[in-house]
């Protein structure tokens, strides 16, 4: 008796199970949180390197009164994070990335280790 299963062919085919590995389509979770997750990921760990550094900087040395004496430094911060967040160049960019760490996940069953911060 074959198989049956409540998802559609694209989610629950592959080697593993685990969907198409070249299907391309995305989920609209996947559009709204996955993919707006890995930009700012990106953009803070490679876009805003100096920006981030300074406000941890100023953080650091404020302590209690950080939220008064760092807000020339989260404007900046934000001003930067946001402009990549908006980069339509830069967020085609993270999709494919995605896409690509997807697509290995579907074909190997092998997960990619997640950076904690």
């Avoid at 995605?98 to 092998?110: H, V």
Wanted: proline content about 6%; aromatic content about 8%; overall charge positive.
């Amino acid at each position: 008796m074959p198989e049956t299963s409540v998802l559609p062919k694209k989610f629950s085919d592959g080697p593993h199970g685990l969907g198409d590995p070249n299907d391309r389509s995305l989920r609209k979770v996947e559009t709204e949180v996955v993919i707006p997750k890995l930009v700012r990921e990106k953009a803070r760990t490679e876009k805003c390197i100096p920006e981030v550094e300074n406000f941890n900087k100023c953080c650091k040395e404020s302590s209690v009164f950080m939220v008064f004496k760092c807000r020339d430094e989260n404007a900046v911060l934000k001003s930067c994070l946001a402009s990549w967040y908006n980069n339509e160049e830069f967020r085609q960019l993270c999709t494919e990335e995605y896409l690509k760490e997807r697509s290995e996940y579907r074909r190997t069953g092998i997960k990619k280790p997640t950076k904690r911060a």
